[in-house]
């Protein structure tokens, strides 16, 4: 919907005399937000219940492996709402106009849907999950070089962010079942990753708001996305190891 947001808001005035061009902009998602919630109603709900383990859970908290794989999600989860919510006013402060932007963080979001229809065949060539790791944080990491030093390219650096950075997530989840003995356990370890990664995300985009305040420039929130990457492929490396 981004990539529409803007020609809708300069529209909408020319046809609606009552509201504004962005009010009509905000009320088209229901577009897609109603068929979403009377599909909800629809969709048969499982009743089967699942058997509990009869073994004794860890203490999540204190276990070193927990904390490495809730820190992969909860920065890719700081990179994923830094980048959607400040990108194109990144992109409208060197040089492009508000409807370009709009549609380059709409390529983001269309690219972050690649890794849910071709992970199948990404595991085929690439099996294990510190491999799959990887291709997630090289993506992420060149498109944030690009966004900072080659802006031109900005609607290949979206779709190289939106791939990478939703194929990060979705290795994280993977990784909660892979490094769990129960449901029981994958149940804790989700909790306790989306606490601290939600918590994480939430303070990420008011952040680096404030750091671009500061500086009045975009560079070194940039420059400290990269190193927020950096670290994330460095915590992303142990996560995914093997287990013995």
Not at 116 to 142: D, Y
């Amino acid at each position: 919907m981004t990539g529409f947001a803007v020609p809708i808001a300069q529209w909408a005035p020319d046809v609606f005399d009552v509201w504004r061009g962005w009010s009509v902009a905000l009320f088209s998602h229901l577009v897609f937000i109603l068929p979403a919630l009377l599909l909800w109603f629809f969709i048969p709900k499982r009743t089967t219940a699942i058997p509990l383990s009869t073994q004794a859970p860890r203490v999540l908290w204190r276990s070193p492996l927990a904390w490495i794989i809730t820190l992969f999600l909860a920065l890719d989860s700081v990179l994923n709402y830094v980048v959607n919510a400040w990108i194109p006013t990144i992109l409208v402060t060197k040089g492009f106009d508000p409807t370009t932007a709009g549609l380059y963080h709409s390529y983001l979001q269309t690219a972050g849907m690649l890794p849910a229809l071709i992970l199948p065949f990404l595991k085929h060539f690439f099996g294990s999950p510190r491999q799959l790791t990887s291709i997630a944080v090289i993506a992420t990491l060149i498109s944030l070089t690009g966004y900072a030093f080659v802006p031109t390219f900005a609607a290949l650096w979206s779709c190289l962010f939106g791939f990478g950075c939703t194929l990060g997530f979705v290795m994280g989840l993977s990784l909660i079942s892979l490094r769990t003995h129960s449901v029981q356990e994958a149940a804790a370890l989700s909790g306790m990753a989306q606490l601290v990664g939600y918590l994480f995300a939430a303070a990420g985009p008011v952040s680096i708001g404030a750091l671009h305040d500061g500086t009045q420039s975009w560079q070194l929130p940039l420059y400290v996305l990269i190193v927020i990457g950096l670290i994330w492929g460095i915590i992303g490396w142990f996560a995914s190891a093997k287990e013995n």
